[in-house]
T-cell receptor
Framework: DTEVTQTPKHLVMGMTNKKSLKCEQHMGHRAMYWYKQKAKKPPELMFVYSYEKLSINESVPSRFSPECPNSSLLNLHLHALQPEDSALYLC?????????????FGQGTRLTVV | KNQVEQSPQSLIILEGKNCTLQCNYTVSPFSNLRWYKQDTGRGPVSLTIMTFSENTKSNGRYTATLDADTKQSSLHITASQLSDSASYICVVSAGDYKLSFGAGTTVTVRA
C-alpha cells in the first residue's frame, strides 16, 4: 500500500466555522507533511511532523493547527479562516525526515472559504 | 537561494508525439531530483527519483535524465497519450526536510 489518503476531497466552510482535514498512511512512514497549493503555483510547506512530534512550522498563522494523534494519522484543524486561505491542501509522507526518501502525496483537499 | 526553474511554462503536443521538458536547479547541497505528474486539483504522483550518481531513469513512457555537473535535468515523454495532459513538476532535495519545487510545465495533449 503506497497510498496517502486525505479526507474530505472537497470542503466549503464559512469564516466562522471550525473544520478539520484528515490524512492517513499505512506505509510505516515516520515523517508527515502539510502543504498548501494555490492554483498554478508549486506547493508551499506548512508543517512537518517527525515521529509524531512537530518538527517544523513554516510561520503558519495560528488559525491552522496541526495534530498527529499517532504515526499513521495527521490532522489539520481550521478555525476562523479567510477567503485567501482557499487552496488545495496536500498531505505527504516519507520514510523519515531526511529528504533522501521518496515523498508520497495524497490527492489533496480542495478548500473553499466563503 | 535554492531555486528550480522549469521550461517551457506550457506546451501543446499532438497525441502520439514526443516532448521534452527541462529543469535547471541551483539547490545545494544536492541529494536527489524528482519528477512528479500532477493532474489539475489532485496531488502530485512520483514519476522518477534520481540521485547524484544516476544519469537516466525510465518509468514506462517517461524517461528522466540528470546532469549533476551542469545542474540540469530533462523529462522525455514518448508517444504521448491524452492522459499525459497534466502539470509536470521538477523537485530537488538538498537532503533535509525541505523540497524545492519548480513552477511546473503544463502539458496539453490534443487528439
Amino acid at each position: 500500500d503506497t497510498e496517502v489518503t486525505q479526507t474530505p476531497k472537497h470542503l466549503v466552510m464559512g469564516m466562522t466555522n471550525k473544520k478539520s482535514l484528515k490524512c492517513e498512511q499505512h506505509m510505516g512512514h515516520r515523517a508527515m507533511y502539510w502543504y498548501k497549493q494555490k492554483a498554478k503555483k508549486p506547493p508551499e510547506l506548512m508543517f512537518v511532523y517527525s515521529y509524531e512530534k512537530l518538527s517544523i512550522n513554516e510561520s503558519v498563522p495560528s488559525r491552522f493547527s496541526p495534530e498527529c494523534p499517532n504515526s499513521s494519522l495527521l490532522n489539520l484543524h481550521l478555525h476562523a479562516l479567510q477567503p485567501e486561505d482557499s487552496a488545495l491542501y496536500l498531505c505527504a509522507s516519507s520514510e523519515d525526515l531526511q529528504g533522501i526518501a521518496e515523498a508520497f502525496f495524497g490527492q489533496g483537499t480542495r478548500l473553499t472559504v466563503v | 537561494k535554492n531555486q528550480v526553474e522549469q521550461s517551457p511554462q506550457s506546451l501543446i503536443i499532438l497525441e502520439g508525439k514526443n516532448c521534452t521538458l527541462q529543469c535547471n536547479y541551483t539547490v545545494s547541497p544536492f541529494s536527489n531530483l524528482r519528477w512528479y505528474k500532477q493532474d489539475t486539483g489532485r496531488g502530485p504522483v512520483s514519476l522518477t527519483i534520481m540521485t547524484f550518481s544516476e544519469n537516466t531513469k525510465s518509468n514506462g513512457r517517461y524517461t528522466a535524465t540528470l546532469d549533476a555537473d551542469t545542474k540540469q535535468s530533462s523529462l522525455h515523454i514518448t508517444a504521448s497519450q491524452l492522459s499525459d495532459s497534466a502539470s509536470y513538476i521538477c523537485v530537488v532535495s538538498a537532503g533535509d526536510y525541505k523540497l524545492s519545487f519548480g513552477a511546473g510545465t503544463t502539458v496539453t495533449v490534443r487528439a
